[in-house]
């Protein structure tokens, strides 16, 4: 008879059969990013006029900040992906450009777009890091997405400050007063609070 195996020997030699949390397989992510883009694009074009759908606007950092912890395995295929999808949000947006200058809009979109990809990948990132993934994205998913709308609106090419995430809540009187105190940027941090939230929740 063939001599028994010590204990644990089984366990030890089994295949792994499942990955780690965090660890999705490429189809997987793609497929997250590409919804979590589209509810990107959808609830920022419905937020802005003529729709003017102003809750929408909290969907936004919401469905990239999910992106961004499903793919923290390949944070840079989803942000590849987010970025294609901006582009696309990005020409339509500004579509009126195309008849003043119409390679001008597409240079437009492109830079655009690297914003959205940008907060993707950190996200992606952080979630990964062995310190800064205990921290609640509550307070650090705003940061984020705030940093990134002062770099485009502030410092990058001069500055670009439109369509942030405070415009469309000027339909809300309660958050479009306290821009009074905190700013069009603070606004934007208040905003965002509650998708950091959410993320934590769905997270634990």
């Known amino acids: 008879m063939p001599a028994s195996n010590p204990p644990g020997t089984a366990l030890a030699r089994a295949p792994a059969t499942e990955e780690a949390p965090g660890r999705d397989r490429l189809p997987t992510i793609c497929l997250a990013a590409a919804g979590g883009a589209a509810l990107f694009i959808l609830s920022t074009v419905l937020a802005f006029p003529p729709t003017s759908l102003w809750p929408l606007a909290l969907l ?3 469905a990239l900040g999910y992106v961004g912890l499903r793919s923290a395995s390949r944070p840079g295929a989803a942000a590849l992906i987010v970025f294609l999808a901006g582009v696309v949000l990005w020409l339509w947006m500004s579509r009126w450009m195309v008849q003043v200058t119409p390679v001008g809009l597409v240079l437009y979109a492109l830079i655009m777009a690297i914003y959205p990809a940008l907060f ?16 609640p994205l509550t307070f650090v998913l705003p940061v984020i997405w705030v940093g990134i709308e002062f770099l485009r609106g502030e410092i990058a090419f001069h500055g670009y400050p439109w369509y942030l995430l405070a415009h469309p809540l000027i339909e ?6 306290s821009a009074d105190l905190v700013g069009v940027y603070g606004v934007g941090l208040l905003a965002a609070l509650p998708a950091g939230l959410a993320l934590d929740l769905w997270r634990a």
């Open 172 to 177: 809300a009187p309660i958050l479009a007063q």
């Open 120 to 135: 993707v990948w950190m996200i992606g990132r952080i979630s990964r890091h062995a310190r800064l993934s205990r921290w």
């Open 60 to 62: 936004a950092p919401v």
